[in-house]
Every structure is written in C-alpha cells, then in structure tokens.
C-alpha cells in the first residue's frame, strides 16, 4: 500500500512531463513547417524571371501593352496608355513560354494586336520587349538583358530610337562606344570603367550631352531619344550588381534576405527536459524515502521482538 502511495505522485510527475514534452514538440510543429517554408522561398524565387516593356517607335501612337502566359487568354500584365520613350519596371514571372501584345491605346482587349511576339523567359534571366522601328516597319524585339559584370566594370549598350537621326555616335567619357549606329539598332554591351561622366550623342550637327554615373558592378542601357529640344539620352540601369535582381524588380520580402523570427523550439525542448529531469530526481527523492522508511520499519519490528 505504501508503495502505491508514494509512485503516484513520481508517476503524475513523469506523465505532466511527457505532456508538456509533447505540448512543447506540437507548439514547435508549426514553427519549423513555417521555418522550411521560409528556407525554401529563395529555391522558388529561383524559378522566377523578369520582363519589361518598352515603347521605343517616336512615330507610333500611345498602346496598351498586354503580356501572356503560353495557354492562358487571361493577361497577366496590362500596361495601358504607353506612350513613346516608356519604359516599365522589371516584371517578375515565372519562367515559362509568353507572349506580347500590343493594342492602340483604350482598344478592346480582344482586339487584334498592332504588334505581337512570342518569346521563353529563363529561370533568372531578364528581357526587355521593346516596340522599335518607324510605324510603317514597326516590329517587337525581346533583348536579352545582361545581369553580370567583370569584376570592378560596368556595362554599357546603346538602343538608337531616334528616327530624326538616321544614324548617332555615342561616347562615354570621350572614348566612342559606338559610331553611326542605325535607327531602330541595339548594340551588345560593353565594359566600361565606372565613374560620373558625360555621355555625348551626336548626329551631324545635333547633339546632346548628359551626365551619367555608372556604379561599379553596375549594368546601364543608355535610348537614345528625340526630344522636345532635340537629341535626347535615357539612362535605364538594367542592374545594380552582378548577378543582382534587376532594377525595379520585386522585392524577395521575407523569403529572401530579410531576418526571420527565432523558432521557440530549443527552448520549448529544454524546458521539457528541464521537466523531465526534475521530475526524474523526484522519484529518486521519493525512492530514498521509500528506503528510508522500509528500513526504518525493519528495526523497529526487530526492537518490538527483542
């Protein structure tokens, strides 16, 4: 009877222990799918590439811009109102087979395309769409768009949009990037030392000089325009650095570099342990009162007979 008496509490402590174990391991459950779910967005960020859309032909009237994702009639990007010179954000899809379709400006959106271009989007790749060319040749070029740069360079290239100027020689810091470049052209890039310097385009006797800054690392496509004034020079950076999101891309938010909250599961799991061994010198405790007492009742049975 004793002996039932006293392994009821030992028993009680080692059973509230399992169950705050097991409480501590199903309350950490949750924490760690949360956890490999974080671990995991980077690999499904991975799987994504990055387009943007330009309206690059001086002649053709504003359009609205609709990108496709191959076997579904349900745009995935609508950009209304694109006039000439426009340039969107870097858009993140993921890769797969598009395509690119180009409407007057407010048309329908089952209206025939002005403009269309099939193209395939590449795991961390990226790509401009841009609409080049006069109105009477218009046609819709996908550029591959560089995102790595030799160590301490920057990269440079030139797409020539001005169709006043048949022809434009570019240079960087007085070196010639490129020398009568056609309307309607896009050069491959080129490396350039990175610095703030002049960029002059010239044409004859027109010409325009803008200041640039060209970070190390750094990725640029410098469109030539025409302008209100004349010649005019847009510097659209492709990337910040190698092997970098594009510029204007979307952010990678809590699945890619932004601290996650600490899981709760080594302290829920010491705790348990913390338990589990109190509990465990309980019972020894109650096993040396257990002794203590069966002694105890020996001697004085012993006494009694003496």
């Known amino acids: 009877m004793k002996l039932t ?15 705050l174990l097991s409480i501590a391991l199903l309350t950490a459950a949750p924490v760690t799918a949360r956890a490999a779910a974080s671990a995991a967005a980077p690999t499904a960020a991975s799987d994504m ?40 954000a870097y858009q993140a899809v993921p890769a797969g ?10 048309g329908a959106a089952a209206s025939p395309p002005v403009l269309s271009a099939s193209t395939w989007v590449t795991a961390g790749a990226a790509y401009t769409a841009a609409a080049l060319g006069p109105q009477s040749g218009l046609r819709l070029d996908v550029i591959h768009d560089n995102l790595t740069t030799p160590p301490g360079r920057a990269l440079v290239r030139v797409i020539q949009a001005s169709l006043q100027s048949h022809q434009v020689a570019v240079s960087w810091s007085g070196k010639v990037i ?98 589990l061994l109190t509990a465990g010198s309980g019972l020894s405790l109650w096993r040396r009162r257990l002794s203590r007492q069966s002694s105890l009742s020996r001697q004085s049975s012993l006494s009694r007979a003496s």
Do not use: C
């Open 178 to 275: 490129v020398s009568a470049l056609p309307f309607g052209s896009v050069t491959p890039y080129q490396a350039v030392s990175p610095g703030t310097e002049d960029v002059a385009v010239a044409a004859g006797t027109r010409k325009a000089v803008s200041p640039v800054t060209l970070a190390p690392g750094s990725i640029h496509t410098l469109v030539v325009l025409d302008g209100a004034k004349g010649l005019q020079v847009d510097n659209l950076q492709d990337a910040s650095g190698s092997s970098a999101t594009p510029a204007g891309g979307a952010d990678t938010g809590f699945g890619g570099t932004a601290p996650r909250p600490a899981s709760p599961l080594p302290w829920l799991a010491l705790a348990g342990a913390g338990f």
């Open 97 to 106: 087979d598009y395509s690119v379709a180009m409407r007057p400006a407010g």
């Open 5 to 19: 008496r006293i392994t009821r509490p030992a028993a009680a402590l080692l059973g509230a222990g399992a169950v």
């Open 49 to 88: 590439g990055w387009i943007r859309l330009a309206h690059l032909s001086p002649n053709t009237p504003a359009v609205d811009v609709y990108l496709y994702s191959f076997g579904d009639s349900s745009a995935r990007i609508v950009l209304h109102h694109v006039s000439y010179g426009t340039v969107s």
